[in-house]
Structure formats: C-alpha cells, structure tokens
C-alpha cells in the first residue's frame, strides 16, 4: 500500500493546480460520505468535500494527508475511526470544530442526524 502514496499525492496536487489555473469548477469532489457509526453514537454524521472546499480556493492540503488519509481511510472499519478521544485532542474533525476555526463538538446536532 506505502507505494501507492506518492502517486496520491501527485493527483492530489495535480488536481489542485488544474483548479488554480483554470479557475473553473473544480473536477468532480468526492461523494457525501456517511461515516461508520461508533458504540453509542447518537446518530449518522454524513461528511461532505461540498461544504468544506472553497472552489475559488480549494486547499485540500488543510485536510490531506495530515488529518485524513486520502485513501478514504480514517473513518472506515478497517481503520481507526473517527473518535471524540481524538477530536478532543484537536485531531480529525477536531483539528478545526474546536469553537475556534469552526464550531465546536458541543452542539451534536451540528454533526450527528438523529434517527
Ligand atoms: C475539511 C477536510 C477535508 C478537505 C479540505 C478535503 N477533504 Fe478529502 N476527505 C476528507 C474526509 C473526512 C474524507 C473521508 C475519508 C476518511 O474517512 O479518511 C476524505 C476523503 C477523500 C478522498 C477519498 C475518497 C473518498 O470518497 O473517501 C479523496 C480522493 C479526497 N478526499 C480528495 C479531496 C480533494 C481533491 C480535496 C480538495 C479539493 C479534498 N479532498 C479536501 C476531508 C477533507
Ligand atoms: C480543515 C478544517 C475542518 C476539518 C478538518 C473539518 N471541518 Fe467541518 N467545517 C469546517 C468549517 C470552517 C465549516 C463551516 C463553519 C462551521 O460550521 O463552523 C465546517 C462545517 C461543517 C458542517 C456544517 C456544514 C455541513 O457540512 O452541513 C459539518 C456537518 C461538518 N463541518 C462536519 C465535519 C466532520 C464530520 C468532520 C470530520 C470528518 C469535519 N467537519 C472536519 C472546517 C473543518
Ligand atoms: C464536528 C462534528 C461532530 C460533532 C459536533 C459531534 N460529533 Fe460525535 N462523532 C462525530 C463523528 C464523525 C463520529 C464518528 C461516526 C459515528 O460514530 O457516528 C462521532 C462519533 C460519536 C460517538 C461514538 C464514538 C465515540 O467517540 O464515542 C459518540 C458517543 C458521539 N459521537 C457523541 C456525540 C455527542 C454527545 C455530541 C454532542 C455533545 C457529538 N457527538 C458532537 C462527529 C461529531
């Protein structure tokens, strides 16, 4: 798998480039994705590229691959999870939804659709 990443990161760049220079829509973003639910999350946290990119100034780099693999990974099963543990320690979500940089982890709502 290691050797994949490099390539990754050259699409990723590419892709970002391709958008600065044309200053057009940006390629496709990845889907919404619901993320896999945890012990006794309160509800489906769905995350969308559309809400978190500025097509006028996408800066994928905020989140890959520092925060977030960009294999699609960190929230999957066959990984870690997206926990509280780690957004409480400023990782993940948490490295911005700290009621700094964005809202913060209080309001559940903001994040978690209630069944
Ligand atoms: C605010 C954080 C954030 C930003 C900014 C962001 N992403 Fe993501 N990206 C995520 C998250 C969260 C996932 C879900 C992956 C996971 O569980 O690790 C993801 C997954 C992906 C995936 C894997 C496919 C998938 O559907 O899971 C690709 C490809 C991707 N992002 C590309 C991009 C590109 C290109 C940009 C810039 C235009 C971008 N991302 C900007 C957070 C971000
Ligand atoms: C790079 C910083 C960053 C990261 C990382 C990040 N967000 Fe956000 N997010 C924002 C900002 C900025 C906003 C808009 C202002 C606000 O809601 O505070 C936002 C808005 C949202 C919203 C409201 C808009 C919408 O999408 O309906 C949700 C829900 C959300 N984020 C969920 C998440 C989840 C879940 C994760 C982790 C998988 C995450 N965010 C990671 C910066 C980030
Ligand atoms: C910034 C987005 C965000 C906010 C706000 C948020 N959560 Fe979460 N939470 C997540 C994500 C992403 C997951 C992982 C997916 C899942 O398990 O549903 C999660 C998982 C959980 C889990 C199970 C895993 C764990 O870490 O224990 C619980 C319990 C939980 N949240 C409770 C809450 C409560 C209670 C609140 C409000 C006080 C809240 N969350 C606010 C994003 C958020």
Do not use: Y
């Amino acid at each position: 798998m290691r050797e994949r990443r490099p390539r990754l990161l050259v699409t990723l760049l590419a892709l970002a480039a391709t958008a600065a220079l044309t200053a057009g829509p940006l390629p496709k973003l990845p889907a919404d994705r619901v993320l896999p639910q945890w012990g006794d999350s309160p509800g489906q946290v769905t995350f969308s590229h559309r809400n978190h990119v500025d097509e006028a100034a996408p800066d994928c780099l905020a989140c890959h691959s520092g925060v977030f693999s960009l294999l699609g990974r960190t929230g999957s099963r066959t990984d870690s999870g997206i926990r509280h543990a780690a957004m409480e320690r400023g990782r993940q979500c948490g490295a911005c939804h700290d009621g700094t940089r964005a809202s913060g982890l209080e309001d559940c709502a903001h994040c978690h659709v209630e069944k």
